[in-house]
């Protein structure tokens, strides 16, 4: 069964930084794309980053400039380096892998940005 571990996120003060991570472990075929989306309250699940094969990064307006996402050689984990944090970047920050048959998805990580 196909696992995706994350893990970093927390509660941090605006303008502090976070790194969360993601593990793929138990994946069949090669992952093709990572990436992170979150879900803030009462909000849609929304795309913040990905990377992948094909086309390089991608990101959000809104994580643009403040936000990196990275990855290993082996396409097994993937990071996303958080800076500048704001309020509104609070939500449940969620894993994506995908490959040439399947989505992922990790259970979530909670980071909240609050003074």
């Known amino acids: 069964q196909a696992q995706l571990v994350e893990s970093g996120g927390g509660l941090v003060q605006p303008g502090r930084s976070l790194r969360l991570s993601c593990a793929a472990s138990?994946?069949?075929?090669?992952?093709?794309?990572m990436g992170w989306y979150r879900q803030a309250p009462g909000k849609e699940r929304e795309l913040v980053a990905t990377?992948?094969?094909?086309?390089?990064?991608n990101y959000a307006d809104s994580a643009q400039g403040r936000f990196t996402i990275s990855r290993d050689n082996a396409w097994k984990t993937v990071d996303l380096q958080m800076n500048s944090l704001k309020p509104e970047d609070t939500g449940v920050y969620y894993c994506?892998?995908?490959?040439?048959?399947?989505?992922?998805w990790g259970q979530g990580t909670q980071v909240t940005v609050s003074s």
């Open positions: 990377i992948s094969r094909a086309s390089g990064t």
């Open positions: 994506h892998v995908q490959t040439w048959s399947e989505n992922y």
């Open positions: 138990r994946i069949s075929f090669n992952i093709n794309l």
